[in-house]
Antibody, heavy 127, light 110 residues
Framework: EEQLMESGGGLVQPGGSLRLSCAASGFTFSRFVMTWVRQAPGKGLEWVSGISGSGGGTHYADSVKGRFTVSRDNSKNTVYLQMNSLRAEDTAVYYC????????????????????WGQGTMVTVSS | QSVLTQPPSASGTPGQKVTISCSGSRSNIGSNTVNWYQQFPGAAPKLLMYSNNQRPSGVPDRFSGSKSGTSASLAISGLQSEDEADYYCAAWDDSLNGVVFGGGTKLTVL
């Protein structure tokens, strides 16, 4: 069974740092784009960042560019999100998600279609 | 304010057909495919539709998607109480070089 498990969330002061991890199992991790999406309390979904299967390509939302860094360790089947200079508006549940793949058609969802999601980890930025 | 525009709410009675719209621009929906996600309270989102009108395995054929120009829509026919959830559209945006979501539509089954 394909699964994702996030960890590393918690309470941090404004200006602080936090590193989120997302451990994958049940699929060939290195084949797929991985993505981080967040959801502030009571709000909608916001895409944060995406990383290619090799780790050579990364993308960021303007709201986090220069502060967040996405990376992956394919030997550990884990994707990370290093979050620096955190602000109150970064408070959210952070989900990692796997690129959709249709085994029948060979279609890959790329950076915007995700079929497996973790349970999310809460990040609270507050003094 | 979201780049993609959805109505904040929609409703229908069991058995009815409901349509949720998603409006964008040339740089996102106008140039790329649209995906739809369903989210129940306290749960992670679920991919409901990809590439405008394709259903992942396990999604009932009561759900259908379409796209025309810079707008897309999700239709749910034969509405059921278990369809009550939040629905989000999403697409890649060539100008922002990132994924943009709609603000979400809360579907209520009356």
């Amino acid at each position: 069974e394909e699964q994702l498990m996030e960890s590393g969330g918690g309470l941090v002061q404004p200006g602080g740092s936090l590193r989120l991890s997302c451990a994958a199992s049940g699929f060939t991790f290195s084949r797929f784009v991985m993505t981080w999406v967040r959801q502030a309390p009571g709000k909608g979904l916001e895409w944060v960042s995406g990383i290619s299967g090799s780790g050579g390509g990364t993308h960021y939302a303007d709201s986090v560019k220069g502060r967040f860094t996405v990376s992956r360790d394919n030997s550990k089947n884990t994707v990370y999100l290093q979050m620096n200079s955190l602000r109150a508006e970064d408070t959210a549940v952070y989900y990692c998600a796997k690129e959709y793949y249709d085994i029948l058609t060979g279609y890959y969802g790329g950076l915007d279609a995700f079929d497996i999601w973790g349970q999310g980890t809460m990040v609270t930025v507050s003094s | 304010q979201s780049v993609l525009t959805q109505p904040p709410s929609a409703s229908g009675t069991p058995g009815q057909k409901v349509t949720i719209s998603c409006s964008g621009s040339r740089s996102n929906i106008g140039s790329n495919t649209v995906n739809w996600y369903q989210q129940f309270p306290g749960a992670a989102p679920k991919l409901l539709m990809y590439s405008n009108n394709q259903r992942p395995s396990g999604v009932p054929d009561r759900f259908s998607g379409s796209k025309s120009g810079t707008s897309a829509s999700l239709a749910i026919s034969g509405l059921q109480s278990e369809d009550e959830a939040d629905y989000y559209c999403a697409a890649w945006d060539d100008s922002l070089n990132g994924v943009v979501f709609g603000g979400g539509t809360k579907l209520t089954v009356l």
